[in-house]
């Protein structure tokens, strides 16, 4: 039977037995007590043992340099960090002492895992897509003009390509891309870890109940939740009121029932601000790229048209080569060749773990072990 429940049991049982419960009871004393108040009952154990007023377990209260309370806690992410009420199984009434947050502190941050190592894709020279070809004179893609695709495949090693073929009239003039030099590139990689504390760190949740002070038997013990009201992942835990890595859980050989014997380590403050430099890539050495292009009218590249140097682009409109072709020449296949083949260099740069990881306000949690 709860403290709070023992007046309205009393006070029914007086309305229904009369006055023999009611003297029994005290009620109707001359100094007695009005049958509406509550009463101080006695817990008694199963062995026969008493726990005066406490209806959880009494335990030791010398608890040297911590808080002179039992607390509950929960550990665990702190995104799912639930209430304080929802440590019990069971909704306690309003009148009833409540559960209330003592403080909330913090796991200490994993440590880094460090940065993986910058790396740059290779530069290369690469050939142009294909070519322009245009019904006009001077590669003249103006009105009135038939302007038709000639593209080579993707990644193209200059083999012989036949597109498709374009007729005479069709066919008055190319126009050809430049090479190109391809860059270096950063090697994308996942990055470990970075950024504040993850919102998946452990913390614990710390919270007060009222029950602590209801007098135990034992003037040194005090009174805390019993485990069978506890919701699961919840402790009974005292806690340090000091900071130092001198504090240990209390070890007293004279203590007879349930000690504070798991140790755990939180942080009233926690901040990380590491992370990974990002990667980059510079240049250490140009590419030198040039090709030749050759056009045939035929789809095997027998019948040459025409051939033509191209070298990478200097950003000049004279980087586009504008071939014309002679009259009645079809356009059936083309082909290229390197002369100058001499991809350049790049050095990586970035991956370098960067910031700080503070914690302060070290707090010793010594919890009972599960299951006492």
Not at 118 to 123: D, E, K, L, V
Request: charged share 20%; with cysteine.
């Amino acid at each position: 039977m709860r403290r709070w429940e023992a007046g309205r049991v009393l006070a029914a049982l007086a309305s229904v037995s009369g006055a023999a419960v009611a003297v029994a009871s005290g009620c109707g004393a001359i100094d007695g007590y009005d049958c509406d108040e509550y009463l101080e009952c006695d817990v008694i154990n199963a062995d026969g043992s008493s726990n005066g007023g406490c209806e959880g377990t009494c335990v030791d209260a010398t608890f040297g340099s911590f808080v002179q309370k039992p607390l509950l806690v929960w550990m665990g992410p702190g995104p799912t960090s639930p209430p304080c009420d929802a440590a019990l199984r069971k909704a306690r009434p309003d009148d009833a002492p409540q559960l209330v947050t003592f403080d909330v502190f913090y796991a200490e941050p994993e440590p880094h895992p460090g940065c993986d190592p910058c790396a740059c894709t290779a530069p290369a020279c690469a050939l142009p897509a294909g070519l322009a070809v245009t019904s006009g004179y001077m590669c003249d893609e103006g009105p009135g003009e038939m302007v038709t695709p000639f593209e080579a495949p993707a990644g193209w090693d200059g083999s012989c390509v036949a597109p498709g073929a374009v007729p005479p009239p069709a066919f008055g003039s190319f126009a050809l891309a430049p090479v190109t030099e391809r860059p270096c590139e950063v090697v994308a990689t996942p990055v470990p870890r970075d950024g504040e504390l993850p919102g998946d760190a452990k913390v614990a949740l710390v919270c007060e109940d009222a029950i602590g002070t209801t007098p135990c038997p034992n003037g040194n013990e005090q009174c805390v939740v019993a485990e069978a009201e506890l919701t699961a992942g919840w402790r009974r835990c005292i806690l340090s009121e000091v900071d130092g890595d001198y504090i240990e859980c209390p070890s007293f050989e004279d203590i007879t029932g349930p000690r504070f014997s798991e140790k755990f380590v939180f942080w009233k403050v926690a901040d990380d601000d590491r992370e990974c430099t990002p990667c980059a890539c510079t240049e250490t050495a140009p590419s030198q790229c040039e090709a030749v292009v050759s056009t045939f009218e035929d789809a095997a590249c027998g019948d040459l048209v025409a051939s033509a140097v191209i070298g990478t682009a200097t950003g000049s409109p004279a980087d586009r080569v504008c071939y014309d072709a002679q009259p009645e020449t079809a356009l059936g296949s083309m082909s290229a060749v390197w002369q100058v083949n001499a991809p350049g260099s790049c050095a990586p740069s970035g991956g370098v773990l960067d910031g700080d990881l503070r914690v302060e306000g070290r707090r010793t949690l010594c919890c009972l072990p599960e299951g006492t």
